[in-house]
């Protein structure tokens, strides 16, 4: 059951990626993904405070709009709800070392990626 709530909730998220992604927009500016991620780090704040403040809620419906729709929809949410609540810890040097390490890791996967794949082509 758990498969199904996240898959269900990741294809929702997943179409509403790409109907806003599909807005045409005239400009260089990735605005259609800084709208995304941000919507995305709303959305899920919103899941999590929703969550503290009304209590327990079913495992389920917390896969389907935590893991399925913001991870369908954004990846980023995750990344700045964890960042968060690493600062909300006091955790501030892990906080400032995950930020560091995910933004130059991934950048730097993306750059890795695209030279394997151009040697392989």
Same mark, same amino acid.
Not at 23 to 39: D, E, S, W
Not at 87 to 99: C, Q
């Given at each position: 059951?758990?498969?199904?709530?996240?898959?269900?909730? +990741?294809?929702? +998220?997943?179409?509403?990626? =790409?109907?806003?992604?599909?807005?045409?927009?005239?400009?260089?500016?990735?605005?259609?993904?800084?709208?995304?991620?941000?919507?995305?780090?709303?959305?899920?704040?919103?899941?999590?405070?929703?969550?503290?403040?009304?209590?327990?809620?079913?495992?389920?419906?917390?896969?389907?709009?935590?893991? +399925?729709?913001?991870?369908?929809?954004?990846?980023?949410?995750? %990344?700045?709800?964890?960042?968060?609540?690493?600062?909300?810890?006091?955790?501030?040097?892990?906080? +400032?070392? =995950?930020?560091?390490?995910?933004?130059?890791?991934?950048?730097?996967?993306?750059? %890795?990626?695209?030279?394997?794949?151009?040697?392989?082509?």
């Amino acid at each position: 059951m758990n498969f199904l709530c996240v898959a269900l909730g +990741g294809a929702l +998220g997943a179409v509403l990626r =790409y109907t806003l992604g599909a807005i045409p927009l005239k400009m260089t500016f990735p605005l259609h993904t800084l709208i995304i991620n941000i919507a995305g780090a709303i959305l899920i704040g919103f899941i999590v405070g929703a969550i503290n403040e009304r209590g327990e809620i079913s495992h389920n419906i917390e896969l389907f709009w935590k893991t +399925g729709v913001c991870g369908g929809f954004t990846t980023f949410s995750t %990344f700045s709800l964890e960042s968060v609540e690493l600062f909300e810890k006091d955790m501030h040097i892990l906080a +400032g070392v =995950y930020i560091i390490l995910s933004i130059t890791l991934c950048l730097f996967g993306i750059f %890795f990626g695209k030279r394997i794949a151009m040697g392989i082509a």
